[in-house]
């Protein structure tokens, strides 16, 4: 008979018998464990895996759904109570609706554990609480997570799933715990934290300067704080009183830039090289006007935090960790006409939708971000003309577009070349009810609207409204390089002070505990920031787009016209 029929049996009698003292040794069969993980005969990298599956996935090694039971009688599956819902990627816990979670990572584990959670909130009320407990061994630990009994006798919160593990199970998962969060990242000493940005070598130098402005100003003040805290004790008491992690005070930040040249293909050596030569903590920042997937599947094969880069291609994915975005891009801008179009479905009166997109990069992140929302929503696909790159939409070829699809709604995915065309909209029997174009693909061109057009043309606008941009000026001025400054190099300005305050949050939040997976653990659970640029960034555990939003806006009459929201701020 395995231990997990014998668990099962445990818990039936549980249920079945309340009050009933279970005998010793039914008792014992679940705090057995095989102690030596190597006697399971599965290779060290082949049983790390399966035990972060369990711990990760709550799946086990047969592929089957690893089982438990909460609050003594409710049987879940693993899957959806796995140990990383509440304990987290890097394993250091958590604190949500009054259940404090403590770490299970390997180095807090195996050594005895004492700690007051200063605000403990529950019913609207901050309480203290205490956890303390006596060094685990391997049968204590596998007694803990079957029976919720700690090292002491104490009984854990019910919320705590008893897992039906069987020996080999329960040493898999113990083994893969022994490992989780023990030894600090690369990139950080007693003294110090190293950080990197990558600049790709297609930046013009105006942007990348406007990139790294914010960022190198961020870290010379940071820096210079510290002989300030050395000398003036009371200063520093001041700031140990605003910040999470006191240690954090004394650390120096370092900001290394590594310059990519030459096709994509190239970069990903480029990178390891650097990698090897100087071990960071994380990247920061960083800029490119190619794609971003090499430098993404780089941060993914290293383990490496990539914090908000900048592109507007981001590599569009539900399951990678490393690398945190500002948002999806111009893809987004595309989900975002979806799901406006979507809220006038009484408009559309069931015709089609017509896409005119210009084959390059930013006319497919469009139409890709569009079409896949679109199929999602339950839509048939739009009817899609693709435009070479210097072909000419003529007047006369658009109206014969209309005329054979007579759309309800048309999204012309293309730059400036194309809005004197839509001209012919205005006196056309055909036009459709609403036509969608890009503020990003546009640029400054969308102030050149005719003001004809203005009435049915709609942009997708991924950012606050210049109008209302205005409150943030003061705040991010000591950041910004004025020098060739442009509207283009202060958005880049801007995105990279989002990445300092983001940092900021995250490592005073790690408390020391400078484990990478800890730092998205901890962002991943900060509340919603309000920063220039978007109207809210957002995070959740394993989100990894902050900005989630969209306006669809359209431009108001006059020579001077400003932008104004038709829609609330879509979310995809």
């Given at each position: 008979?395995?231990?997990?029929?014998?668990?099962?049996?445990?818990?039936?009698?549980?249920?079945?018998?309340?009050?009933?003292?279970?005998?010793?040794?039914?008792?014992?069969?679940?705090?057995?464990?095989?102690?030596?993980?190597?006697?399971?005969?599965?290779?060290?990298?082949?049983?790390?895996?399966?035990?972060?599956?369990?711990?990760?996935?709550?799946?086990?090694?047969?592929?089957?759904?690893?089982?438990?039971?909460?609050?003594?009688?409710?049987?879940?599956?693993?899957?959806?109570?796995?140990?990383?819902?509440?304990?987290?990627?890097?394993?250091?816990?958590?604190?949500?609706?009054?259940?404090?979670?403590?770490?299970?990572?390997?180095?807090?584990?195996?050594?005895?554990?004492?700690?007051?959670?200063?605000?403990?909130?529950?019913?609207?009320?901050?309480?203290?609480?205490?956890?303390?407990?006596?060094?685990?061994?391997?049968?204590?630990?596998?007694?803990?997570?079957?029976?919720?009994?700690?090292?002491?006798?104490?009984?854990?919160?019910?919320?705590?799933?008893?897992?039906?593990?069987?020996?080999?199970?329960?040493?898999?998962?113990?083994?893969?715990?022994?490992?989780?969060?023990?030894?600090?990242?690369?990139?950080?000493?007693?003294?110090?934290?190293?950080?990197?940005?990558?600049?790709?070598?297609?930046?013009?130098?105006?942007?990348?300067?406007?990139?790294?402005?914010?960022?190198?100003?961020?870290?010379?003040?940071?820096?210079?704080?510290?002989?300030?805290?050395?000398?003036?004790?009371?200063?520093?008491?001041?700031?140990?009183?605003?910040?999470?992690?006191?240690?954090?005070?004394?650390?120096?930040?370092?900001?290394?830039?590594?310059?990519?040249?030459?096709?994509?293909?190239?970069?990903?050596?480029?990178?390891?090289?650097?990698?090897?030569?100087?071990?960071?903590?994380?990247?920061?920042?960083?800029?490119?006007?190619?794609?971003?997937?090499?430098?993404?599947?780089?941060?993914?094969?290293?383990?490496?935090?990539?914090?908000?880069?900048?592109?507007?291609?981001?590599?569009?994915?539900t399951t990678d960790w490393y690398t945190l975005y500002h948002s999806k891009g111009i893809y987004q801008e595309g989900e975002a006409a979806a799901r406006f179009l979507n809220e006038k479905i009484a408009a559309l009166q069931g015709r089609n939708v017509l896409q005119i997109v210009r084959n390059s990069r930013q006319g497919q992140a469009l139409s890709t971000g569009f079409q896949e929302t679109w199929r999602d929503l339950g839509f048939a696909a739009p009817v899609t003309v693709t435009l070479g790159e210097k072909e000419v939409l003529s007047k006369e070829q658009l109206q014969k577009l209309l005329y054979a699809n007579l759309?309800?709604?048309?999204?012309?995915?293309?730059?400036?070349?194309?809005?004197?065309?839509?001209?012919?909209?205005?006196?056309?029997?055909?036009?459709?009810?609403?036509?969608?174009?890009?503020?990003?693909?546009?640029?400054?061109?969308?102030?050149?609207?005719?003001?004809?057009?203005?009435?049915?043309?709609?942009?997708?606008?991924?950012?606050?409204?210049?109008?209302?941009?205005?409150?943030?000026?003061?705040?991010?001025?000591?950041?910004?390089?004025?020098?060739?400054?442009?509207?283009?190099?202060?958005?880049?300005?801007?995105?990279?002070?989002?990445?300092?305050?983001?940092?900021?949050?995250?490592?005073?939040?790690?408390?020391?505990?400078?484990?990478?997976?800890?730092?998205?653990?901890?962002?991943?659970?900060?509340?919603?920031?309000?920063?220039?640029?978007?109207?809210?960034?957002?995070?959740?555990?394993?989100?990894?787009?902050?900005?989630?939003?969209?306006?669809?806006?359209?431009?108001?009459?006059?020579?001077?016209?400003?932008?104004?929201?038709?829609?609330?701020?879509?979310?995809?």
């Amino acid at each position: 008979m395995s231990n997990r029929t014998n668990n099962c049996i445990v818990q039936s009698l549980k249920r079945l018998l309340p009050g009933v003292i279970l005998c010793c040794s039914l008792f014992a069969l679940s705090a057995t464990v095989i102690e030596d993980v190597h006697a399971i005969d599965l290779s060290p990298s082949e049983a790390f895996l399966q035990g972060e599956r369990i711990y990760r996935d709550g799946v086990l090694p047969s592929g089957e759904p690893m089982q438990a039971v909460i609050r003594g009688d409710v049987d879940v599956p693993g899957t959806s109570f796995s140990c990383v819902s509440c304990h987290l990627r890097s394993g250091l816990g958590s604190i949500e609706g009054g259940v404090v979670t403590p770490p299970t990572n390997g180095r807090t584990l195996f050594q005895p554990y004492k700690v007051q959670y200063k605000q403990v909130k529950v019913d609207q009320k901050f309480y203290p609480a205490i956890l303390q407990r006596p060094t685990y061994t391997d049968a204590s630990l596998a007694t803990a997570l079957r029976e919720g009994i700690t090292p002491s006798g104490q009984v854990m919160n019910p919320v705590m799933p008893r897992y039906y593990l069987d020996d080999k199970e329960m040493a898999l998962l113990i083994a893969y715990l022994k490992t989780l969060s023990d030894q600090p990242a690369p990139g950080v000493t007693e003294t110090e934290i190293k950080f990197a940005t990558v600049i790709t070598d297609d930046v013009p130098s105006a942007q990348a300067e406007a990139m790294l402005a914010p960022l190198e100003e961020y870290v010379r003040h940071k820096n210079s704080m510290i002989n300030l805290f050395k000398k003036e004790k009371r200063s520093a008491r001041m700031a140990a009183t605003m910040v999470t992690s006191g240690e954090l005070m004394y650390k120096k930040l370092t900001l290394s830039r590594w310059m990519l040249k030459g096709p994509p293909e190239t970069w990903r050596s480029q990178l390891e090289e650097y990698y090897r030569q100087e071990p960071v903590f994380a990247l920061l920042g960083g800029i490119s006007n190619s794609d971003w997937k090499p430098i993404h599947d780089f941060s993914e094969a290293n383990h490496l935090p990539c914090l908000f880069p900048q592109t507007d291609y981001p590599v569009i994915s539900t399951t990678d960790w490393y690398t945190l975005y500002h948002s999806k891009g111009i893809y987004q801008e595309g989900e975002a006409a979806a799901r406006f179009l979507n809220e006038k479905i009484a408009a559309l009166q069931g015709r089609n939708v017509l896409q005119i997109v210009r084959n390059s990069r930013q006319g497919q992140a469009l139409s890709t971000g569009f079409q896949e929302t679109w199929r999602d929503l339950g839509f048939a696909a739009p009817v899609t003309v693709t435009l070479g790159e210097k072909e000419v939409l003529s007047k006369e070829q658009l109206q014969k577009l209309l005329y054979a699809n007579l759309p309800a709604a048309i999204l012309v995915w293309d730059g400036a070349e194309s809005l004197a065309v839509l001209e012919s909209l205005v006196t056309s029997s055909e036009r459709p009810a609403i036509t969608i174009v890009s503020a990003s693909y546009l640029g400054d061109k969308i102030w050149s609207i005719p003001e004809q057009e203005r009435d049915f043309t709609f942009m997708t606008y991924p950012y606050r409204l210049p109008q209302r941009e205005e409150s943030f000026k003061r705040f991010i001025e000591p950041f910004m390089k004025k020098a060739n400054s442009s509207a283009a190099t202060e958005v880049i300005s801007k995105k990279s002070y989002i990445a300092t305050q983001m940092l900021t949050q995250g490592l005073m939040d790690l408390r020391g505990n400078y484990y990478r997976d800890n730092l998205f653990d901890v962002i991943g659970m900060m509340r919603d920031q309000e920063l220039p640029l978007y109207t809210r960034l957002s995070f959740g555990p394993g989100q990894r787009y902050a900005s989630k939003g969209c306006y669809m806006v359209q431009l108001d009459k006059g020579a001077k016209p400003a932008l104004i929201n038709k829609s609330d701020w879509v979310i995809h």
